[in-house]
C-alpha cells in the first residue's frame, strides 16, 4: 500500500472551521479545539498514517468535550479514509457508528456532512438502502443542502439497480441481473458490490471467463473480499478445475469462517470430485453400470437424476447453476448407458446434455462438446435410426472439420443409411444370408410364381401396378444375389447404384490390363 495519497475531497474531510457551541473560558473545551486543530492537521496529510493519528488525536478531544458533535464527525471521516485505503470494514463500520453518535447529539443532525460520512461508508460496506434512507433522513433536517440531494439521488438509484440484480439473481434470471449490476457498476460508488454481483450473473449465464476475469479484479484491489474469493471458486468449479475451486473456498473461510455458501460449496466440490474420479476410474475397468451410479450422485445434487429441468430451478437449495458440469455428467451417463446398450435412456441422456449445452453455443474443435452427439449416433444406429445418426454426426463435424475420425464416422454413417434404405433381397426372396445359388433360384421361383401378375389380373388397378413392380423387384433380387461378384457387394453393403458402379469399374480395368498376363510383363513373363 502506498504511504501518501491524495487529499481527501472537500465533502469527505473536517474542516478546521466546523464548529459547534463551546463554554466561554472553559479549560478542556480549549484543550478540545486544540486537539481538533492537531488532528485536522494530520487529516490533511493524505496518508493512512496521518489518518490514523487524527483518529487518535480526535478521540481525546471527544474524551474531553463528549457532547460536541463536530469532534465525532472529524473522526467519522478519519474512520472512512483509513477504510477506504485500507480496505478494512471494521473501520467503515466505526464510522457508521461515529456518524450515528454525532447525529443523537445537538446540532448534530443540522450538519450535511455527517450525514453525507455515513452514508458514504455504508456505500463502501454495500449497503446501499441504508446509505439512501441515512442521506434521506438527511435531507428532512437540512432541506437546503444541495450536495445531499444529488448525493441522495445517485445512491438512491444504485440502491434500485442493485436490489433489482439481487431479485434477479434470486429468480435465476440471469441476464436481467446483468444488466440491473452492468448498469450500477457505472455508477461511481457501486464499486466492488456491483462487479460482484455482475460476476455472479455471468457464472449463471456460463460465462465463467468473465466471472473468472471480474473476481481477479476485485481481489487485485482488495485481497481481503471473501465474496470474491467465494464467486472465483465458483467459476474455477464450473470449469472443472476442482483443486484451485476448493483452495479459493478455503482462502474464503479463512477471512470469513461463517460463509456459509462457501462451507457448503468447498464440501460440494470435495464430493463432487470424488464422484467424477470414481466414475472415471470404473469405465476404465467396464463397470459401466457403477461408473453411471457414480454419475447419478452428481446430478442428484442438482435435482436433475431424472433429466434437465425447463423452469429455471434445477439446482437443489444452495447448489449455483452449473450447467456445463451438468451437461457433462449427462454425457458420460450417456456413454456409460451406450455400453449396456440402454439405447432408449441413452438416448434420454445425450438430449439433456445437447439441451443445457447446444450445438449452437459449442466451441468449434471441442471433443468434449461434441461428445454427446457422437454417442447419440451410436445409439441412434443400433436402434436402425439411421438418417437421425447422420445428422447428428454432421452436427458435429460442422464443429471439428479438421478432425479425420468424425470424418470417416460420417461416411461409414451415410453408407449406413444407404444400406439401410435398400430392399432386403434376402428376405424378399425367402432365403437365408447363407443360401446357396440353387436355393437362391428356388426361393425366386416361389416368390415369382406368388407375385405374377397373372395372379392380379382380377385385382383392382392399383393392386396389378403393385404386384407389377414388386415382381420386377423380385427380379432383379435374383439378379444381383445370382451373380457372385454383385452378391459380395451386396453383402459388404452397397445399393444397386453403388453396386453397379463397382462391376463398371471392374469391367473396365479388365477390359485395359484383362489381355497382358503377369502384370504387363508379356504371356510369357518378364525376361
Not at 429468480?171 to 460476476?199: C, I, P, V, W
Not at 471473501?226 to 473456498?249: S, T
Not at 434404405?421 to 416361389?446: A, C, D, F, Q
Request: one cysteine or more.
Amino acid at each position: 500500500m502506498a504511504s501518501s495519497v491524495s487529499a481527501p475531497a472537500p465533502s469527505s474531510s473536517p474542516s478546521p472551521s466546523d464548529n459547534a457551541p463551546k463554554a466561554d473560558g472553559d479549560a478542556s473545551a480549549s484543550s478540545a479545539a486544540s486537539l481538533k486543530a492537531q488532528g485536522n492537521a494530520q487529516f490533511t496529510l493524505g496518508t493512512l498514517a496521518g489518518y490514523r493519528s487524527s483518529i487518535s488525536l480526535y478521540s481525546q478531544a471527544i474524551a474531553l468535550e463528549p457532547a460536541n458533535p463536530v469532534y465525532l464527525s472529524n473522526r467519522a471521516a478519519a474512520w472512512l479514509m483509513v477504510g477506504q485505503l485500507a480496505k478494512q470494514p471494521a473501520a467503515l463500520e466505526a464510522c457508521v457508528k461515529d456518524v450515528d453518535a454525532a447525529l443523537a447529539l445537538e446540532g448534530g443532525s443540522a450538519m450535511p456532512k455527517v450525514h453525507l460520512r455515513g452514508a458514504k461508508a455504508m456505500v463502501q460496506l454495500g449497503r446501499f438502502r441504508d446509505a439512501a434512507s441515512r442521506l434521506k433522513a438527511g435531507l428532512a433536517h437540512c432541506p437546503g443542502a444541495e450536495d445531499l440531494a444529488s448525493e441522495t439521488q445517485r445512491v438512491e438509484k444504485i440502491a434500485s439497480l442493485m436490489e433489482a440484480g439481487e431479485a434477479a439473481l434470486t429468480k435465476r434470471e440471469y441476464t436481467k441481473a446483468k444488466r440491473a449490476f452492468s448498469e450500477a457498476r457505472g455508477k461511481d460508488g457501486a464499486g466492488a458490490a456491483a462487479t460482484l454481483g455482475l460476476a455472479r450473473a455471468a457464472l449463471g449465464l456460463g460465462e465463467s471467463s468473465v466471472a473468472m476475469s471480474m473476481t481477479l479484479e476485485i481481489i487485485r484491489a482488495d485481497d481481503a473480499n471473501a465474496d470474491a474469493y467465494y464467486v472465483r471458486g465458483e467459476a474455477l468449479y464450473v470449469q472443472n478445475n476442482f483443486d484451485q475451486a476448493a483452495k479459493h473456498f478455503q482462502q474464503c473461510l479463512q477471512m470469513d469462517p461463517d460463509h456459509r455458501d462457501a462451507q457448503r460449496a468447498f464440501k460440494r466440490t470435495r464430493k463432487v470430485d470424488r464422484l467424477l474420479t470414481s466414475a472415471k476410474e470404473q469405465a476404465a475397468k467396464r463397470s459401466f453400470e457403477d461408473a453411471a451410479a457414480s454419475l447419478t450422485e452428481v446430478l442428484d445434487l442438482y435435482g436433475m437424476a431424472n433429466g434437465a429441468k425447463t423452469d429455471g430451478d434445477a439446482a437443489a437449495d444452495g447448489v449455483p447453476p452449473c450447467d456445463a458440469l451438468v451437461a457433462r455428467c449427462f454425457s458420460e451417463r450417456a456413454n456409460c448407458l451406450l455400453r449396456t446398450k440402454a439405447f432408449d435412456e441413452c438416448l434420454k441422456d445425450c438430449g439433456n446434455a445437447l439441451y443445457l449445452c447446444p450445438v449452437s453455443s459449442m466451441p468449434a474443435n471441442d471433443a468434449a462438446a461434441v461428445a454427446p452427439l457422437l454417442t447419440r449416433s451410436t445409439a441412434l444406429q443400433a436402434l436402425g435410426r439411421h438418417e437421425e445418426a447422420v445428422k447428428d454426426i454432421e452436427s458435429a463435424f460442422s464443429l471439428n472439420r479438421e478432425d479425420n475420425a468424425i470424418a470417416g464416422r460420417l461416411e461409414r454413417a451415410k453408407f449406413e443409411l444407404k444400406k439401410s434404405l435398400r430392399p432386403n433381397y434376402y428376405e424378399m426372396l425367402g432365403v437365408s444370408t447363407i443360401s446357396t445359388t440353387k436355393e437362391i433360384e428356388k426361393g425366386y421361383k416361389r416368390a415369382a410364381l406368388k407375385w405374377h401378375p397373372d395372379k392380379f389380373a382380377m385385382k383392382s388397378d392399383e393392386e396389378k401396378a403393385e404386384a407389377e413392380e414388386y415382381f420386377k423387384s423380385l427380379g432383379e433380387a435374383n439378379e444381383m444375389l445370382t451373380d457372385s461378384a454383385r452378391r459380395a457387394l451386396y453383402d459388404e453393403g452397397y445399393d444397386k447404384e453403388a453396386i453397379e458402379e463397382r462391376i463398371k469399374m471392374q469391367e473396365m480395368q479388365r477390359a485395359r490390363y484383362g489381355g497382358f498376363g503377369g502384370g504387363g510383363c508379356g504371356s510369357d513373363g518378364c525376361c
